[in-house]
């Protein structure tokens, strides 16, 4: 879908800069100046759009970079700056549009889902925990499915509500154990990869690669993985 001269991930971060840059430059003009137009809140929103669909390009930028699950960041990407363009044109028409409003936050919402699940797909945990990172595809689903029906406003109610809130914190738990054990994994494997004694006289060692001399026996040896 990407050109090899199209870098997703680092256009992404290049565009990233430029509009927090902009933001953070129109923010402080207009501190300056002691009023804030009508004008200055449509360029500030558009640029924190810009930001918002850069971040998420970036995020599935990563997952391209990887080469895993390209079909799905590909959409995520897409998906994300069609509904951040769409709002961006509700900005400018002072959000008198509400359809077009409501068009735009479920189109960011499935962009955000599915830059969810495409990180997700790259995570590499025990199998042990695989239930746990199925697990997290229906519950941001439903968490998105959701967030649209509020914003359409077929669904109402307290109860509503708490059971979003619930699926919302379950999906952010699950999105924050995810990399974590993840980052455990590696480093279980990489201490089971050290060798931990010299294997001619016993002696205690902390190898991972590469050649040693045994201080104790004075054997030469290589470790080398495999």
């Not at 360029?43 to 990887?66: D, F, P, R, Y």
Request: charged share 10%; aromatic share 8%; proline share 3%.
């Amino acid at each position: 879908m990407f050109s090899k001269s199209i870098n997703p991930k680092r256009t992404g971060l290049q565009v990233l800069i430029v509009s927090v840059v902009i933001s953070a430059a129109l923010a402080i003009f207009s501190l300056l100046r002691g009023e804030f137009s009508e004008t200055d809140g449509n360029i500030l929103m558009t640029a924190l759009s810009i930001s918002a669909a850069s971040v998420l390009t970036l995020s599935n930028g990563i997952v391209l970079e990887q080469g895993r699950n390209k079909p799905l960041a590909t959409l995520a990407i897409i998906v994300s700056v069609v509904g951040f363009g769409i709002l961006i044109v509700t900005i400018w028409n002072s959000f008198d549009h509400e359809e077009l409003f409501q068009i735009a936050a479920s189109t960011i919402f499935v962009g955000t889902t599915l830059t969810h699940w495409s990180l997700v797909s790259i995570a590499r945990v025990p199998a042990r925990f695989r239930l746990l990172q199925v697990s997290a595809f229906p519950l941001s689903g439903v968490l998105a499915a959701f967030l649209i029906g509020l914003v359409w406003g077929l669904e109402e109610g307290s109860q509503t509500g708490q059971i979003t809130g619930v699926v919302g914190i379950l999906t952010v738990a699950i999105s924050i154990i995810l990399p974590v054990l993840q980052r455990l994994t590696v480093a279980e494997g990489r201490m089971r990869r050290k060798i931990s004694y010299c294997p001619y006289c016993g002696k205690s060692l902390n190898v991972t690669n590469g050649s040693i001399t045994c201080p104790s026996c004075g054997a030469s040896f290589r470790v080398r993985q495999v």
